[in-house]
């Protein structure tokens, strides 16, 4: 039985693409890229610094890595609040040992309800993207537009003001946006964001009050995606990212350098049992001639540059 043709005719139907946030186009097409050094990969740590409210609400629904027992649910809560205690430390001194340059992904809330947290991160130097209000404060589609304004003006002037930097960057709760996150990013002064996991390299993306950049952030590589959805062991996530560093590498030799993105969480790969594959990971890494640790931001602005 053929489907009814309102089932394909909609808003924004057209040929290749259902918007115009972006124009289309084939990676191995664009132009080549030369990081500096002649590195042929550049390296993104991205370390989300996240708080779980104890009594979140789950609208539209309970993000990612959240409570998932009934209220209090303090064996999850207090899990989440070692990687910002105990973890986080950990991490910051694997960072300083293998002389890596992280970026950090910081709730504005954390910062504010944090400020040792936050006067540590700041003092390690490194740039900070703001990560949403909270982790259970998402931006979703159908959400009140004057409400996410709000919460979008809120959040970025809260860490910008705690921080001391301008926070160029946006990762959203989960990832998620609604139709309008986008403009109102853009609105507010954020110049990229990282919640579009479509490429490889940076893209211009398109809103109603002027274009922003999407950054590739990895869902697949992410420490939470592999160890905690996927249930693969610690093993793997080495393996896995390794096996991505040789493949964007052969890709860089023959079409200019590529980005790898390595999302991680302090309540994951700050424990006592994983910190050892990070250190790990960062020895394999820094072993290589041909890798460029750098910023979020520095590798957009290199990027831009040669455009």
Request: charged letters at 25%.
């Amino acid at each position: 039985m053929a489907l009814d043709k309102d089932y394909i005719q909609y808003l924004e139907r057209s040929y290749g693409m259902d918007h115009d946030h972006y124009d289309w186009s084939m990676l191995s097409e664009r132009k080549a890229i030369e990081w500096p050094q002649g590195k042929n990969l550049a390296v993104w740590v991205n370390v989300g610094l996240q708080h779980f409210p104890l009594d979140q609400k789950g609208v539209p629904f309970k993000v990612p890595g959240g409570m998932t027992m009934p209220y209090p649910d303090l064996r999850h809560y207090s899990l989440r609040d070692y990687g910002n205690r105990v973890g986080i430390y950990r991490l910051l001194k694997a960072f300083d040992a293998y002389n890596i340059k992280p970026t950090f992904a910081m709730n504005a809330e954390l910062a504010q309800n944090n400020p040792y947290l936050l006067e540590t991160i700041c003092e390690h130097g490194d740039e900070i993207i703001c990560h949403g209000w909270n982790m259970d404060s998402l931006h979703y589609g159908g959400q009140d537009k004057s409400a996410e304004t709000e919460l979008v003006e809120k959040s970025l002037s809260t860490l910008r003001e705690l921080s001391g930097q301008a926070i160029r960057g946006w990762l959203s709760p989960a990832k998620n946006q609604s139709e309008n996150t986008p403009e109102l990013l853009h609105a507010n002064g954020v110049e990229y964001h990282c919640d579009w996991v479509n490429d490889d390299m940076p893209y211009r993306f398109k809103t109603a009050n002027g274009d922003l950049w999407s950054m590739p952030l990895s869902t697949e590589l992410s420490d939470q995606f592999i160890l905690v959805s996927n249930l693969h062991s610690e093993d793997s996530w080495l393996e896995q990212i390794i096996d991505s560093t040789n493949m964007l590498t052969r890709e860089a030799n023959q079409q200019g350098g590529r980005i790898l993105s390595i999302q991680i969480h302090p309540w994951l790969m700050g424990q006592p049992h994983r910190i050892a594959k990070l250190e790990a990971l960062l020895h394999k890494l820094t072993r290589r001639e041909d890798v460029w640790f750098a910023h979020a931001g520095e590798i957009l602005d290199q990027f831009i540059e040669q455009q």
